[in-house]
């Protein structure tokens, strides 16, 4: 049996961890104890605790209650808090999931006590240091044991960066195995499609119809920290949405709520356009209701962006670049920055031709849990890195 400590702290975590904690459970629980901890990074009711109870996520072992902060109180008070959890609890690995500040303070912590990294999502870049993701999770990938990558591409990625492709065991973090395995956050939509579908009730209480909707979510800090691209933003769907007659859901981060509520202006103009519906954060299930029938998605979100192509939906990313590449090259995706032209024609664009767009396998099998897990138990050192 070995232990491993998982570190969670931000929502696309949380859902992140379901797959693999799902897989341990229902195959590997008399080989694997998993030990959940919480940074609190994230805490409200609607961005934390309703994914753990629709995912059916084990409770947490331990809630460090970190909460916001700027970068460095955030990072730093989950290394605190989570160095003396490591010592306590000796794992033989921990689990870290893509990018967040949770993610970099478990690579600091777990790196300098010497216990295995067990990077999931790794390799993914959108080669810009000034995505704040992109520096934790590069500072993740090279300081970690086993990497496992949901794309061919993340993997090349970080053969660009010196990690090499045909390393034998034993693996350790100055020998790292690259293993791509395909996307967690696949096989997660793959087993609550059907559930969700038939248990959200999501779309009544909308409003809004199948096919005659445009999603849309923002939380980037780049959007939401810049007053002018989040009012360009903004501007651009509620035009949008006007001018064409067609409900925008616009289920809202908390950090976007916050920004949109000290712009008076924009929000009272956007509440008195009866086509824009902005929503608390959407739990998980609702979520997929809404991107499985939704005409096209706009976001902002790494997850939303892969979910979209995983339901067949062509998707309008607001940002200037992505790690999901595949998504653009293969035509199903858009990259339009906060720019409203680029908006607007990429909006029509894929209005006029949804229905001709291919959407390629690129995420595996929906089976990427189980098999990261089987690889963990294969390939995890025994004893300290
Ligand atoms: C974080 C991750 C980002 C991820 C996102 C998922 C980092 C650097 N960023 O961004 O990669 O895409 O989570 O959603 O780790 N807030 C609340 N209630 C909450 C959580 C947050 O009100 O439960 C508000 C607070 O004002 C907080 C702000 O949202 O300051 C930002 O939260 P934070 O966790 O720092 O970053 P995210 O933007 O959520
Ligand atoms: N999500 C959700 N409710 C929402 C918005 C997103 O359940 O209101 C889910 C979404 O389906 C995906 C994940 O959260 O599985 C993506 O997380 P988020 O957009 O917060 O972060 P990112 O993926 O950009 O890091």
């Known amino acids: 049996m070995i232990k491993i400590i998982t570190v969670i702290g931000a929502r696309p975590q949380f859902i992140k961890a379901a797959a693999i904690s799902r897989a341990i459970r229902t195959s590997y629980a008399d080989k694997v104890k998993e030990v959940i901890v919480h940074t609190g990074q994230h805490y409200d009711r609607d961005m934390s605790q309703v994914f753990f109870e629709q995912l059916e996520i084990p409770r947490e072992d331990y809630n460090l209650g970190i909460g916001s902060g700027s970068h460095g109180v955030q990072t730093a008070g989950i290394i605190v808090a989570l160095e003396e959890v490591m010592l306590k609890e000796n794992p033989n690995g921990v689990i870290l999931y893509g990018d967040t500040n949770s993610t970099l303070a ?37 300081v970690s044991t086993l990497l496992f990558t949901p794309t061919q591409t993340g993997a090349e990625n970080l053969y660009a960066e010196g990690f090499k492709r045909d390393n034998v065991a034993p693996y350790h973090v100055d020998n790292p195995k690259v293993i791509p395995c395909g996307d ?54 509620d035009r949008l949405s006007d001018v064409n007659k067609t ?105 006029k031709n949804k229905n001709s767009m291919h959407y390629a396998p690129v995420f595996g099998d929906g089976k990427a849990a189980e098999f990261t897990i089987g690889k963990i138990l294969e390939f995890l050192p025994v004893g300290k890195a």
């Not at 006590?113 to 810009?128: C, K, Q």
């Not at 980037?220 to 933003?233: E, G, S, V």
């Not at 616009?250 to 519906?277: C, F």
């Not at 790494?302 to 067949?312: M, P, R, S």
């Open 106 to 142: 478990g690579a600091v912590v777990a790196s300098k006590l010497r216990v295995p990294i067990i990077h999931i999502e790794a390799g993914m870049r959108s080669f810009t240091k000034e995505v704040p993701e992109e520096i934790n999770r590069i500072m993740c990938d090279h």
């Open 184 to 237: 967690i956050m696949y096989d997660n939509s793959l087993y609550f499609k059907d559930v969700a579908l038939a248990k959200s009730e999501i779309l009544d209480k909308v409003g809004v119809q199948k096919d005659a909707f445009v999603l849309v979510t923002i939380h980037r800090n780049n959007n939401t920290d810049n007053t002018d691209r989040l009012k360009d933003i903004f501007e651009t769907l």
């Open 247 to 351: 409900p925008f859901v616009i289920p809202l981060h908390p950090r976007t709520r916050k920004m949109l509520g000290s712009m008076a202006d924009l929000e009272s103009r956007i509440s008195a356009n009866k086509h824009m519906h902005i929503i608390p954060p959407a739990s998980y299930l609702d979520m997929i209701c809404l991107e499985a029938n939704a005409e096209m998605v706009i976001t902002d979100s790494g997850g939303v962006q892969k979910e979209a192509y995983y339901f067949e939906k062509p998707c309008v990313i607001l940002q200037g670049e992505t790690p999901w590449v595949e998504l653009v090259s293969n035509g199903c995706a858009e990259l339009v920055d906060a720019d409203p032209t680029r908006i607007e024609a990429a909006f029509y664009y894929f209005r």
